[in-house]
């Protein structure tokens, strides 16, 4: 029964159980219906926001990797391993924690472009989620979500973040903005506690100039009183705390920009509670300005990234404030004809448009932070940003859209500011109609905007017409010229895309004459050309610029090699229309070899190729010039397998099977799998031998009585090393000590091949003791199993023994036959036969080689030939009983008139 008489205030009510925060706590009841539909409403709105981004970025995913990204990340070996990210921080101004996601994402989706967009994509839908999660915070109790939700979307479609997502440079603003953004998130979590009010006082209703008078009149009060009662401060979740600064260190490591948080936070803090607030979380604030002294701290002691160019001179970086205000903000408003290129701010005088601007900026920031409106936050959070990055940021690409992408979060904030200070309905209605009308026209350009973006060729003209001063467009279209040249489907494709590449080097070489990069690729691509003498100026001039040019000594081996290749193939198409090259060494291999010129495999055989090469005694000259290029280019870094396999082939050709050996070695390692591990091997025990000999060489000239000796087996090691001058002295030594030494005279001998001078070997030894017609041959057989055929034919012809052609061109047929070379063989049997018909001998040898070969029906037209014309019975008999254990025919079916070979 109720009564009215007054209860004593220890006295518990009947439907109070005497526990304070108990009964709040039950007060609330079992289900709060409120708080769900609340908490779904943030997740609808979150869920617009990435729906419509996702919508307005469907093209970013065809952006291939261009411009400065490719150096910067395609062709960067130190991003590519997590463990060496921080090695790309010397030609680089990114900050660390953007190195680490770069050198993390290639790990996941290396040399795929889409991975890297995907994640650009999500850093930057989980910042415009964030963005309307803060803007929340700040307008407080009593808006509709869609308010807040309007500084997300506004965001996330703004064509001014393209680049940031479409660019694996604008990595740092997306990182660094989310991050920056969850640490103000739990900031908020950290210090807002029951029974502190974290929401804005609302601003009165009426005009516009009667809020701002009522704001003012307002924080003055709140200045003037709020010391005469301490505040109640919320308690601080360490927790949260210590995220929301681990949140802000690594956004700092992202990108430099985000060291202005704390500025942020307090005036965020100043909007949400006014004095009061600030007095209780005042130590928090401190915390944070500590952070910020000691990050900025790091940051000077660091001195900058990469010897990159940054404004120290408060001169410099006044004016260069009042530029970046100037070229930036109308793109925050007015996002058309954005540019990728932008000129350097250095030396740029102050800008009388961008200083006015700043003045309104500052201006109305005032004003709108002593009302405690949200528009201060959003005018104080661009300029906080922008005097950050023109303090911290290189001066080169400072103007970039890519450097606004944290200014702009705050400029976002200014939708939901008017929403909050636009009362009438109807006012309200057709702002909303203008913001959506915003959002889907910002939506149409950045989409836009990315189809440009996945088209380099129509990306960068537009770029070089707007700064044609700036060498770095024509760089990025001749690097597109270049692949595109080398993925071409056909020769005349590929010179097309060549002879633009040539044009587009010398456009950038004209807007930057000293820049050597631009030259070296200059003589690149005329060697690609074909233009051989031009490309060799141009590439000298690289190297006497900068000696430690890797790719210009590369490319000047490549040109050398290439007359020498030249000059090989003209030879091989020589002896094939003589019919006298083995058959490893084929049709099939020079189709290869013009098909494919750098492919591994084939310059494996082509190392064999100049191997012989070099014994035939022609020019080698063009060979040693390129050895010594290849070797610079070596000492000055790794090679690719493809140019180690044409320095191994280089090194073969000069003789110098030693250090042949283990080029072709280093480059087996590198290659497919079995594409060059055989010939590897071949030249391995090659080089095995010539170890060997070497050894024995030095036991020798260590023994008083075998020095001569010594000093034999040490020219026969020279001579496997290619170090023929050395290998001459050392033989001419010896024989003229031991004139009488066969080993010695064939050694000399087989090197005067090789150098070419086996006409003054002839004159200087030739009628030597030692010159018997059996050492002729000996001499001959090794001159021709180091593929001097030539050489062998004039040596045999000393042979005294063989007094005819015919005797000659059989001894040098039996001679290929020891010697591996069938078709060789074949071609001197065949002359044998030519000269005189009626002579059974060659027709016999024939007939051998065909059994040897398998050709039982060509064995019995042979024998049958050499019957006819007298063999001796004997002869006949044991060959036809050859052809039949072979399963062939004994006796020819008809009379063969020429020789098919």
């Not at 075998?706 to 030594?733: F, H, S």
Request: proline share 6%.
């Amino acid at each position: 029964m109720a009564t009215d008489e007054p209860q004593h205030p220890d006295t518990p009510v009947e439907e109070s159980t005497g526990n304070a925060a108990l009964d709040r706590r039950l007060e609330k009841g079992v289900v709060d219906f409120n708080r769900g539909i609340d908490t779904a409403q943030v997740w609808v709105s979150a869920f617009l926001i990435v729906i419509v981004g996702l919508v307005a970025y469907l093209g970013v995913f065809r952006v291939p990797f261009q411009g400065a990204e490719t150096a910067h990340l395609r062709d960067n070996p130190a991003l590519h391993r997590v463990t060496t990210f921080l090695d790309a921080r010397e030609t680089d101004a990114t900050g660390p924690l953007a190195l680490f996601s770069h050198a993390l994402n290639w790990r996941i989706t290396p040399g795929m472009a889409w991975g890297f967009r995907a994640v650009s994509l999500a850093l930057h839908l989980l910042s415009g989620v964030s963005l309307y999660l803060f803007a929340r915070r700040l307008l407080g109790a009593g808006f509709a979500e869609p308010v807040a939700m309007a500084a997300g979307l506004v965001f996330v479609v703004h064509p001014l973040a393209t680049e940031n997502v479409a660019n694996a440079l604008g990595r740092p603003g997306p990182l660094a903005l989310c991050l920056a953004l969850l640490s103000a998130l739990l900031f908020f979590r950290a210090t807002d506690e029951r029974g502190a009010s974290p929401h804005p006082t609302p601003l009165p209703e009426g005009e516009a100039g009667d809020a701002v008078v009522a704001g003012l009149l307002r924080a003055h009060r709140s200045f003037s009183e709020g010391g005469t009662e301490p505040p109640a401060g919320p308690r601080v979740s360490a927790l949260s705390l210590a995220g929301s600064l681990a949140c802000y260190a690594l956004a700092f490591a992202a990108e430099p920009t985000a060291i202005v948080l704390p500025v942020i936070l307090f005036w965020a803090d100043w909007v949400r509670g006014g004095w009061p607030r600030l007095r209780a979380c005042g130590a928090v604030h401190g915390l944070y300005g500590l952070f910020f002294i000691a990050l900025m701290l790091v940051r000077v002691a660091s001195g900058g990234d990469g010897g990159t160019e940054y404004l120290r001179a408060p001169g410099a970086v006044f004016g260069a404030l009042t530029v970046y205000l100037e070229r930036l903000l109308p793109h925050v408003f007015w996002p058309v004809a954005l540019n990728p290129i932008a000129p350097s701010v250095a030396g740029m005088a102050i800008s009388s448009l961008g200083l006015g601007i700043l003045a309104c900026l500052m201006v109305a920031a005032v004003l709108l932070i002593a009302v405690r409106g949200i528009g201060g936050v959003a005018l104080l959070w661009p300029l906080a940003a922008a005097c950050a990055a023109v303090c911290l940021l290189p001066s080169d690409d400072l103007l970039t859209a890519r450097r606004a992408y944290f200014a702009m979060a705050g400029f976002a904030l200014l939708a939901p500011w008017l929403f909050s200070v636009v009362t009438p309905r109807l006012a309200r209605t057709a702002l909303g109609l203008i913001v959506a009308g915003c959002v889907l026209a910002s939506g149409v350009l950045t989409y836009q905007r990315l189809v440009l973006w996945s088209e380099p060729v129509r990306l960068w003209p537009p770029a070089a017409d707007a700064v044609p001063d700036d060498a770095r467009p024509w760089e990025y279209l001749g690097t597109l010229a270049v692949e595109s040249a080398r993925s071409a489907a056909n020769a005349p494709e590929a010179r097309a895309h060549w002879m633009a590449a040539d044009r587009c080097w010398r456009e950038a070489l004209h807007r930057k004459p000293g820049d050597v990069s631009y030259r070296g690729k200059l003589g690149m691509t005329l060697r690609q050309l074909g233009r051989d003498a031009e490309a060799m100026t141009e590439l000298r001039d690289v190297l006497r610029r900068n000696p430690f040019d890797q790719a210009a000594a590369l490319q000047i081996a490549l040109l050398h090699e290439a007359r020498t290749r030249g000059a090989v193939l003209a030879a091989f198409d020589e002896a094939r229309a003589r019919a006298g090259w083995s058959p490893q060494i084929g049709e099939e291999f020079v189709r290869l070899l013009r098909a494919h010129p750098d492919g591994p495999d084939v310059a494996a055989h082509f190392a064999l190729l100049f191997e012989a090469w070099g014994r035939t005694g022609h020019d080698i000259e063009p060979l040693r010039l390129a050895a010594q290029y290849f070797a610079r280019a070596r000492a000055l870094g790794e090679l690719p397998v493809e140019a180690l396999a044409r320095y191994a082939a280089v090194l073969a050709g000069i003789g110098d099977v030693v250090s042949c050996a283990g080029v072709l070695s280093e480059a087996a390692r590198g290659a497919p799998e079995g594409a060059l591990k055989a010939v590897a091997e071949r030249f391995a025990r090659l080089a095995g031998q010539a170890a060997a000999i070497e050894a024995r060489a030095q036991a020798l000239l260590v023994t008083p009585d075998r020095i001569i000796e010594g000093m034999r087996v040490m020219g026969e090691a020279a001579l496997l090393r290619g170090e023929w001058t050395q290998a001459g002295y050392l033989l001419e030594t010896a024989i003229e000590k031991e004139p009488a030494n066969e080993t010695t005279w064939l050694s000399l001998g087989y090197l005067r091949a090789c150098t070419g001078a086996a006409d003054a070997f002839v004159r200087d030894h030739g009628g030597d003791a030692v010159a018997t017609p059996e050492a002729w041959s000996k001499l001959a057989t090794r001159c021709m199993a180091g593929g001097s055929w030539e050489t062998a034919e004039s040596y045999l012809g000393h042979n005294a023994d063989l007094g005819d052609e015919v005797r000659r061109s059989l001894a040098l047929g039996k001679i290929a036959l020891e010697v591996g070379r069938a078709e060789r063989a074949a071609h001197y049997f065949d002359k044998a036969v030519n000269v005189r018909p009626d002579d059974s001998a060659p027709w016999l040898e024939l007939c051998d080689i065909a059994i040897e070969h398998g050709d039982g029906a060509g064995a019995a037209r042979y024998l049958g030939e050499a019957e006819r014309r007298g063999a001796a019975s004997e002869d006949v008999a044991a060959r036809r009983e050859k052809i039949k254990e072979r399963g062939g025919p004994t006796a020819p079916e008809t009379t063969p008139r020429t020789i098919i070979r």
